[in-house]
Each structure stands twice: as C-alpha cells, then as structure tokens.
C-alpha cells in the first residue's frame, strides 16, 4: 500500500469493494533526478545570500536536496561548458555519475554521496552557455538509467554556443544584454553577433533557442522531464525558457510555467519541492511476485485501472509494473490518495 496522504485520507488497506482477497505492498523504485548546471561566466555574479556567487548557492543548495531527499531517489549531475576550457563552449560533461542517495537520518551532516555531490560540483564558472549540446550528449547516459528520470536544468542567461547559428541585434546576447563589443556599444544598429561588424565569438553568442527546444524534446519522447530553474539574470530570456518548461513536461500552473527564481534564498525550497515532484513515479515494485499475473488488479482509491500500456498499467518484470499515460499522470498530479494491488479477479482490460 501506497500513502499520498490525500486531503481526507485514503482508504484502508482491506477496504471493501475490490475484487481478490491478496493485497501486495508496492513500493516506488527510486526515480532519477539528475541536475544539469550553468556554470557559466555569469554565474560568478554576486547571489546576495552569504557572499556567495550564484554558481555557489546553486551547488549549496542541490546538496541540501541531496541530503534532505537521501536513498528516496538516485543522484547525478553534469555542468556545462565541460573541460578542458578552451574556447568557453565545450560541451558539458557529468560530473556525478548517477548513484542512490544517502540514507535520510534527519540532521544536517553530509553522508557520502551528499559529500561527493559537493566535491563533484567544486569548480569555478566560467565560459558561455552550450545548453543544446550538453543535453544531447547526456541523452543516451539518461535514457539507459532503469526507472523514472528527471533533468532539472539550472541556468541563468540564454543558451548560446552554436556556431551554426547566425542572428540578428535582436537575438544576439550582447545586444540584449547591453554589452558593449571592442568599446562600442551593442544596439539595434549595430549587432555584435555580426562577424562582418565586430571580431570575436561572433555566433556564438546568438541565442540558441531552436536547438536547445530540440534537446529538451528529444529529452521528453525518450521519457524524461526536464524541469527549467531560471537563476537571477535569466528573466529576459522568460519566454523561451517557458517553452522549454512546456516542452519538457514540467510546466506550472500560472506564469512563469519555469522555476523563476528572483531571491537566491528562496533556491533550496525550489529545488525541493521538484525534488518531491520527481519522487511521485509511475514505477513499482512489489513484496512478492503474484502466483497468477493475469488474476492481479491496479487500484487507485478504489477504482479499478485498465491493463493498458496507453492509459493505465502493464506488467514490467515478475514483480514490478508501471502506469502509463493520463493515469501515470494523476499520479504525478498528486490526484491519487491510495495504490492497491490485488490479486484474485481477472485483470480489467481497457473498454
């Protein structure tokens, strides 16, 4: 039995009205929340919060939710730009190899992997923002991890480093930003992303939006959720880090459908509540595997699921399931107070 701790509680373990008389405990897998990090130039900006730089109170507070969340989920984590540096746009790289959480013991000392998460995310900022690569090659170490995988990407500025990319004042980082290039201010009249005009990176600093959705898309058709955390100095880039939220299946209700975070202070919390987001998964595994498979039932609160791999449940293993579609959904939702496996009746099949 599964608690969500329902607003007026979900019904007991033995309820009448299921059919079969073998009740299985089913217990969550640990799902996978593994964080992409800008660790960009910028991100050594000043964070308000205990002299830190933003880049600090980033990784301060991914430990807290190591810590806090523990052997409930699986940990990893990649920064971008990767090393070694030489132009500024190489690739991100992991950085934590994606391994279950300490055991929660409700104090504030760090285990080891808490620890490790620390030590993994030492580095310094610096270098542009290639967002687009980075989620591409992460793509195939994310899609072989078992179980639920959740990115949480957190950025502060637009996604650029795209050499393929060329773009006018109104998409070039400099000119948004009011940057000046080679002592001339960058205007509406004079695009500093224009090679022909000005020398340095050039296209580089274009925004990258059209990729980077791309990666975020390609993210979500192999499952995984990409939650959009926007640090201080992100919100000019509102919009299109709204679409990314969108696209990777992790909107809010309301506006900003990302996570705008405009007090540093306020990170931890944030992080924490897609931390316990992330822990609702549509993966289970029971105590014991049932003597008869086709003779097992799915309930929520009472209602019977259709064994069904669009919208409702399908076995994964001899004692292991999943929930699909607009049920995997209602899960994720929090609509759902209670999980019941029951054996005894023939398995409901879709209408």
Known sequence: MLDYAAPDGP??????????????????????????????????????????SKYTAVRVAVVDVVREIGSRANFGAALY???????????????????????????????????????????????????????????????????KTAVVLATDGAPNC????????????????????????????????DPALVSGPGPLMCVDGVETTLSVQHLRELGIRTFVVGIPGSAQYGLLLDQLATIGGSARVGEPKYYRIDDMESLSATLREIGTQVLVTCDFVLDQAPPEPSLVNVYFDQEAIAYDAEDGWTWTGAQTLSVHGEACDRLEEGAVGQVQVVAGCPTKQPL
């Open 81 to 147: 730009p990767g090393e070694p540096m030489v132009t500024g746009c190489e690739t991100g790289m992991e950085v934590f190899a994606t391994r279950r959480g300490d055991p929660v013991t409700g104090g504030e000392a760090d285990g080891p992997v808490s620890k490790a998460m620390a030590a993994a995310t030492d580095v310094e900022p610096i270098g542009g923002t290639p967002t687009a690569a980075t989620l591409e090659v992460l793509a195939p170490t994310l899609a072989a991890l078992p179980g």
């Open 11 to 52: 019904p007991t373990a033995d309820a009448s009205g299921l059919c079969g008389n073998q009740f299985f405990a089913a217990s969550m897998e640990p799902p996978n929340l593994y964080f992409v990090i800008d660790r960009s130039g910028s991100m050594v900006d000043p964070a308000g919060v205990q002299g830190w």
């Open 162 to 193: 795209s050499a393929k990319t060329s773009c006018t004042a109104s998409e070039c980082v400099y000119n948004i930003e009011g940057e000046s290039v080679g002592g001339k201010k960058c205007t509406s009249d004079y695009n500093c992303c």
